[in-house]
């Protein structure tokens, strides 16, 4: 009986210590796996806002950029393939038109785009490459002054510079004798556009100036008789001396008097109003605008009896003013674009600039792309109904897959968020103890879990004490050997 009971004793007190250890053991295992539990919760919520922070900061921005990038760049292309459609063109031409249409793009408040559109415009009115790209800043100048419209510009610019003979590069100097006589008289750019439409062919072939002839066309502005009135007074006017009538005749050889020099050459304008005006002296309003009725035509009356009115010498003055006007027009865009729109409509023109020129990088890689959607598409659009509906159903998969792989955080979060709650199970020591015991591995648990140290170690051998045939152990092994295996 003694020595059943030393034997007893010597067990119990082997018990005791053995559960004391395993108390010690299983509260740092409790530790730990809090601890890593918590450590993988922070990771989770980690990637989480790093995938956030790169959606909303860096993808976001660069999709946006991209989309916009080639939705600019397509409509440039677009807008420069008409211009090579229409101008026939070759390749290194439009190369050079390209560049210079991002350049002006970049430098002045007109975006590429719109000068493409100014470009398409002058190549619709024959000009070819060469005369284009001269034309073009000149062009803009006049666009600038006259409010922004290049579409409407060009066609000024372009009649004017046809109608008079002028070369290309002289759109500069067609813009600034419009900004000049828009700053001296009432006549705006959009009203001395219209007027050169019809005016500027007949002056022209009279032997007028277009300094002169705009000026006359500002004269009459001021006396109200703008824009096609004005060319259309003027025309007539001139068209009528070209060709007398017999009541014309009369009149001048009455007045002893001819607009045309010894060589058969029209004389000026301001000859033509000095001549008018000594003819006129002694005359009655009735007496006077009878004779201009005759000379010019109903039509042309009122705008005629405004130059003369005016006399010579504000024409010749005003005309003067028009031959010296150089730079007008840049100094007025820049004094009209020196305001927060401007520098806005400056800033904006730059963006699509640089956004065309991303446009140019990628747009290889999106040509053979669509190219490969397209051949795709063709080879599919060729299988049979029932290979296409397992196509589909297939995508329908691929599609699935995306959102499972986004919620990677949010799943890295919750297992952190099971571990805690799993280390909660051995919230005592002795109930921990009592429980492994009834698996009937006390002593065997207390040992083994001396092997491990970090909390994917402990948990393991937990598991394996509880017993290879319960499911709690089933759980807490694997568990314990997969978070081992991350090395936490």
Do not use: C
């Amino acid at each position: 009986m003694t020595k059943l009971a030393i034997n007893a004793g010597s067990i119990v007190a082997s018990l005791d210590l053995n559960t004391g250890q395993f108390s010690t053991k299983l509260e740092k295992a409790q530790k730990q796996a809090d601890g890593f539990a918590e450590k993988l919760k922070g990771y989770g919520g980690a990637f989480e806002e790093l995938g956030k922070g790169l959606t909303l900061g860096v993808t976001a921005p660069l999709t946006a950029i991209g989309v916009a990038a080639g939705k600019i760049g397509m409509d440039f292309e677009t807008g420069m393939s008409r211009v090579q459609a229409i101008s026939g063109t070759t390749k290194d031409e439009m190369s050079k038109l390209s560049e210079q249409a991002l350049q002006l793009g970049a430098d002045t408040a007109f975006s590429a785009s719109e000068v493409a559109s100014g470009m398409e415009n002058l190549a619709s009115a024959g000009f070819n490459a060469n005369e284009i790209m001269e034309a073009m800043p000149g062009l803009l100048d006049l666009a600038a002054v006259s409010g922004g419209d290049i579409a409407q510009s060009s066609e000024v610019a372009a009649s004017a510079l046809r109608g008079f003979g002028l070369e290309a590069g002289e759109a500069g100097h067609v813009a600034d004798v419009f900004a000049r006589a828009a700053a001296d008289t009432n006549a705006e750019t959009a009203d001395m556009g219209e007027a050169m439409k019809y005016i500027a062919p007949v002056a022209h072939a009279m032997g007028l100036s277009l300094e002169e002839t705009a000026a006359a066309i500002g004269i009459m502005s001021d006396a109200g008789v703008k824009g096609s009135q004005a060319g259309t007074t003027l025309r007539g006017a001139l068209s009528r001396l070209a060709k007398p009538t017999k009541a014309m005749n009369e009149v001048m050889d009455d007045l002893g008097i001819s607009f045309y020099d010894s060589e058969g050459k029209m004389v000026s304008l301001k000859d033509q109003i000095a001549i008018l005006q000594d003819a006129t002296k002694g005359m009655t309003q009735e007496q006077k605008n009878q004779m201009l009725v005759t000379l010019y035509g109903q039509e042309s009356l009122s705008g005629m009896l405004a130059l003369v009115d005016a006399g010579p010498e504000k024409l010749d003055t005003l005309t003067t003013s028009l031959e010296e006007s150089n730079g007008a027009a840049a100094k007025m865009s820049d004094t009209m674009m020196d305001n927060t729109k401007g520098k806005w409509e400056e800033m904006m023109g730059a963006l699509e600039t640089a956004g065309i020129k991303v446009f140019n990088v990628i747009a290889p890689a999106i040509t053979k792309i669509a190219e490969k959607v397209g051949e795709l598409a063709d080879k599919f659009s060729n299988l049979n109904p029932k290979t296409q509906e397992t196509i589909v159903k297939m995508a329908g998969i691929a599609a699935a897959i995306g959102p499972v792989l986004v919620v990677g955080g949010k799943m890295a979060n919750g297992i952190g968020s099971i571990i805690g709650l799993f280390s909660k199970f051995g919230a005592g020591a002795n109930i921990a103890t009592t429980a492994a015991s009834a698996l009937g591995g006390a002593s065997g648990l207390g040992s083994v879990i001396t092997t491990g140290t970090e909390a994917g170690g402990v948990i393991a051998s937990l598991g394996g004490a509880a017993g290879s045939g319960g499911i709690l152990g089933s759980l807490t092994s694997g568990l314990g050997t997969s978070l081992a295996a991350m090395n936490p």
